[in-house]
């Protein structure tokens, strides 16, 4: 076996054929066939082979189609290409070993180029060395200092934006459980947002029992999206001491039984092992100063960089010394959203339903106001951003964190070090 056999898979295979990093000299298939390289083609990111719409000579005669790339030749038939008619004008395979002959439909062998003698040494020694080094904390550690900062930079707006669209599946299954509907989208995903990790699942109930078409004609009135929101919530009862409540609660039964509304069970709201302030009482009288300050404009427009700088909400002033109804706090405090807090569901919820809208509606414009919002919004701060920073990666911002926690968890966790630009740059100078 090769000594390099072990770490050879076909990430790096595809980028030593898109970038062409190997020995072209007398370049011929298994069979003999005289081969030049025109045009690799272009990576396939759907089914089917690797890469498209390459160009070469096979003997001196033009063929342009699609190239397969696999470490063995016999990976064609174990990854089951034979009877598939995606693969049946494959015009080219490359490999970096060639261990069994290769047919197509009508048992024509398939024009096969093996790279195990012309890949050069000094890039097969680089990539072991990703492949297998103990790092502390990425791969290319040692070496990242070698990439330029103007690399590393435009990879990590493209992480950003590979960040956006991973998180655009989660947007889509709530956009389709909306009928489609932008408005009824935002607002279900706003409220999973004010539940933050305890109760996410309890706010995502409520918004299903309320429709935003019914939530909007009460924007204007915030005493009356308190109580849809409490009463929705299963917290308000008749038997409340304080005014409050009970003002919340006659409000409440009004509208219930002019909308027909059943509450949810209010045994799924969640109170144990968590701060007061963090109580659904506390988050749900904020989301409804949340609605009643920045509803319309949220609802209404996909204009929201101001929004960075003044967003604010606070729980009523009943709040300032209760944590639940009717029992009053030894302390008074104003429950304020915090600026983390803030920072996430802008983060979380209006940057990728912001970049959501952009790619549904084809404006490129409105997708580059969700990156506009991220470049003014401080960046998180967690041990994967203290690690880059210790790196000497630069992280100015909030669209640098989010660049940079992709590319950790989706690169350099999983080792596709020959898939990241930065990895590649690596290699390059081998």
Known sequence: MNEYSPIINEDFLQYIWRTQKYDQAGLRSTEGAALEIMKAGTLNYDQGPDFMDARMR???????????????????????????PDYFNVILHVVYEDDQPVTDPYGEKIPTLELKSRIDHDILETYRYLSSYQYDMIPCEKLLHTVSRLNITSWKERMAVSRLQEK?????????????????????????????????????????TLKFKLI??????????????YGQAGMLTPDAKDEYPRKLYKEYNFLAEKYNLDPIDPTVWNYARMRPQNFPTIRIAQLADFLYAYGKTLMYSLDWLELVDKLDCSASNYWNDHYRFDIKSKQRRIKKMGASSKDSIFINVLVPFLFFTG????????????????????????????????????????????ALLYLYKSYCMNRKCAQCRIGQAILLKS
């Open 216 to 229: 909007a004609r009460h924007l204007d009135n915030k005493l009356q999206l308190e109580s849809l929101l």
């Open 168 to 208: 655009q599946t989660q947007v889509e299954e709530v956009f389709l459980y909306s009928d489609k509907n932008f408005q009824e989208t935002l607002f279900k995903l706003l409220c999973r947002a004010f539940g933050f990790s305890k109760n996410n699942t309890a706010f995502e109930w409520l918004a299903n």
């Open 359 to 402: 790619v549904k509606k084809r404006d490129q414009s409105v997708k580059d106001k969700a990156l506009r919002i991220l470049e003014n919004l401080p960046a998180e701060t967690n041990s994967i951003i203290r690690m880059w920073k210790k790196l000497d990666v630069t992280v100015e911002h909030a669209l640098d964190s989010q």
């Open 58 to 84: 096979i003997n001196g005669q033009l063929w342009a189609g699609k190239v397969e790339v696999h470490v063995r030749s016999s990976d064609w038939l174990k990854h089951g290409h034979e009877g598939n």
